[in-house]
Every structure is written in structure tokens, then in C-alpha cells.
């Protein structure tokens, strides 16, 4: 349309069947070109920058017109690959103590590649590792008792393929402070867990992966991506959780899966698995098994910016509880659960009420309800049972954290805790023996069970738990405060709500009032449709 606006009229003719004659209605709607001028102004009052407009006819403007083509029409013909994982394997592992009890896999970046050990969170968005540290957690393996080699350090002038990302780029998030559009782009990321941040530039870099599938070969594919180069950690990221970086999978458009999924190379999915010994798989455009059950994410304010999911009902053995419905955000970031208070105490109580062990309290341990336990072996406990719409039921294969003495079991704790708010947080430890997808093309939480070996990739990621390690020690409070203990205290990673994610999907829906006026309101929602606005965003390859 060349910037010039179109103003189109639709003229819809149809009879009544309870009329006699026939009645004429016109509508109109105006079609707006993406580098018009209107729309110019309309992103500068959102703050957007006016300097990154491409002037009209120029190469830049034709540039990105064709890069809109190119994602329209990987659209169309479908993703590249059924499934990509990291170049190093898609097995993930916890490594306890040492690192916050979160999940965490080996990936590669850059040219030569870098290997980084990154925590696994699916509470927030953006990928960081440790870059040019002015202020960076300890990445020597003497320092960790889990680690076989020293964690590494990225610097963007020792990759041929990266660049600094300008901060006039649709995906910073300066706004009106982007004076010029060659500065760089900065970023500053709050966590949940106190105090707990990473600063510094955003750059674009290749992420190495592999490509799997049912009967399909592997190959090598190299995805651009955006990096937090993080020049300056805080709190829990300088004592031990995410020493050398996180990967968020949320939904903002910044995230790896949203990434990978706008280059046309999967589909806008992935799922993790978490396995009894601590192990586990990631697969980036998995849907899951089509025998598995699911559930709808949930809004917040109007929109799409996190995985939350509606429990219509908890069951503890076989007494399913009133008044425990609640909402909660299912966050591989967190390692364990946290429900809101009065929902929390009514399943508490139900589950002391049906334990036969003694209630007792061992020192430095976070939970409530904790239980000596009468022989060295775990008794048999009451199962915990999340329900969902459409009779679609989780059952939480192990609600709770066992803790081993020299002789074998000596108790173990129910490890949930109460929430500070209305929104809980489903961690880590209630996902253990499922594959858990999050479908974010369907805007779903599919899960099944797995021993998260079944899949179709086998490779062994190189790093295991160092010799003598107990299983699951939790830190107790004197560790943590000797000047010689190495222990970290249970992470939640997820990005901090008072900021939510710059790019958010947001459903639009609409409904009509009147079946007779169905056909039309079809017809015009797709001419409304074709005349949105849309900015395409430049390739990032």
C-alpha cells in the first residue's frame, strides 16, 4: 500500500426471513499501513522509539517488510523440526545444595562456542549468563561440591557472531531513555527471591541445539537468540543459585521458546521432564503424547504473562476437600510449592490427619508438618490430587521431602508452604514423574507420566554429582551461616511481579449476541483482523 491509507466500504446485503423486504447496511473500516504516519505516532505515545522508523523506500523499510514475509510464511509451511534440545543433550539435572535445588542443563553459545550451566525457570523470560562481571557469583569448581569442571564466563568480543543489541530495538525495553538509537541496550531483572537481580547489556548471540524427533536424523542448528550479558549479580545469584546463568522460558516474546518458535524452526511449545533421582529431559517444540491430560492457562489483568493454571479441587487419599480451589503459577524456577494460606492449612491438616507417623520438627528444615518416621523407609502416605476442569486430575507422585540419616529414613515433611498472597506457585518437587508441556500455541499445561528416558534422545550430559554427595541434603541453618558452609537455601527464580514481562501474548476474543448476525460479524471481524497494526519484528539471523 506504500504508507498510503486506505479507506474501504463493505456493503453487506442479506434478507430476514422475518421481514418482507430486504434490508441495506454499510460498514466501514480503515486500513492503516504499519509505517504510516498514524501509526508512527501512535508509538511514540507508547513510548516506542521513533528514531528505529524506517524511512519510507528505503532499505531498511524494504528489509523489513520482506523479513514480515519470510515469518509469514514459515508460518505457513510449518516449523523446520519436531524438536531441538541443547547441543551438549536434553538431559537436565538437580544438583541440591550446591545450586538451590533447581533444575539446570548445559548449553552452548557463541563462536567459538562457550558452555554455560544454566538454571532451568519458567517464571521468567530472558536468558543471562555471567558476561564481563563487574559483580558475578564464584565460577571456579573448587568452590562447589557438585561440579567436575569451572563454570565459564561470556565475553561478546570473543564471539564473531555476536553484537550488542541497540536500545532503539523493538524488544528493549528503554523506551523514551533511548536518546540515541546506536546506545545500547541495559536491562535490569528483579527475582521472587529477595534482593536477587541481574544487570547489564542485551546482546544477540547463536544458541547451538540439536534437532530430534520421532525417526528423524539429528543436525546441527545454530538459533539466534537474545543474551543477557550479566555484568552484575545480586542476592541469591552471588551465594550459590544460577552461578552461571538462567534460562527463562516464559511467554514473553524475548524468551528462547518465543525465539525459536518466531524463526519458524519448532512449534511454539516445550516440555520438562523431572525424574525420582533428580534427572530430567527439556525438548523445545514438544506437544506431548496426545494421551495426555490437560489444562487452559489463565489470564492475569487481561493478559497472557505467565503459566497460571485454575485447581477446582485438592484430594488428599480419598477426601477430596471443600473450598480448595486456587490459582497458581506452575514455575520450574521454584523448587518447591507454595499455596495460598487457607487452601494450604485445610490440605495440611488433611494429610497430618491421615499420616500414622509422629509430628515432630527437625531444625533448619523450612516446612510445618514434618514427621519422624517409625522404621528406616519411607511409610505408605496419602496421595495428593490436584483436580482440574473437564475431570482432568494431577496426582503428585511425591509430595514430600525426604530426609535420610546414616541408617536410611528418618523423616521426612510435607513440602508445601503456605503463599504470601491468593496466587500459589507449583514447583519443582510436585512435577516429579511427569513430562510437563507448556503449550503455549494452545495456550495449555498438558502432562503424563515418564520416567523422562522415553523420548527419543539419549545423549548423556557430561556433568554427574561429585563422589560422596548424600542425597537431598538440605542446609540446615548453622550451614548457612558458618563461615565455611556452602549451603543455599531453596531458589525461587521467577521474575518479580512488579514488572511483568515487556512482551506479553494477549488472547482477544469476541462473541456475538445474535445467531442472525453470525455470518456478517464473521465476515467483519476478518476485515477488522487484516487492518490491525502490525510491526514485524527485523530477523534476528
Known sequence: MNGISLTIYLAVFWFLTESSGAETVMFSTKLIHRFSEEVKALGVSKNRNATSWPAKKSFEYYQVLLSSDVQKQKMKTGPQFQMLFPSQGSKTMSLGNDFGWLHYTWIDIGTPNVSFLVALDAG???????????????????????????????????????????????????????QNPKQPCLYSIDYYTENTSS?????????????GGDNALKNSVQASVIIGCGMKQSGGYLDGVAPDGLIGLGLGEISVPSLLAKAGLIRNSFSMCFDEDDSGRIFFGDQGPATQQSTSFLVSNGKYITYIIGVETCCIGCSCLKQTSFKAIVDSGSSFTFLPKEVYETIATEFDRQVNDTITSFEGYPWKYCYKSSSQRLPELPSVKLMFPQNNSFVVSNPVFVIYGTQGVTGFCLA????????????QNLMTGYRVVFDRENLKLGWSHSNCQDLNDSTKSPLTPGPGTPSNPLPANQEQSSPGGRAVGPAVAGRAPSKPSTASTQLISSRSSSLKLLPFLLLLRLLVSASQVYIPAPLLA
Open 199 to 211: 544487570s547489564g547489556l542485551l546482546v544477540e548471540d547463536i544458541l547451538h541445539l540439536i534437532s
Open 124 to 178: 521468567s523470560d530472558l536468558l543471562w549468563i555471567p558476561c564481563d562481571c563487574v559483580r558475578c557469583a564464584p565460577l571456579s569448581a573448587s568452590y562447589y561440591n557438585s561440579l567436575d569442571r569451572d563454570l565459564n564466563e561470556y565475553s561478546p568480543s570473543a564471539s564473531s557472531t555476536s553484537k550488542h543489541l541497540s536500545c532503539s530495538h523493538r524488544l528493549c525495553d528503554l523506551g523514551t531513555s533511548c
Open 416 to 427: 508445601i508452604q503456605p503463599a504470601d498472597g491468593d496466587i500459589g506457585t507449583i514447583g
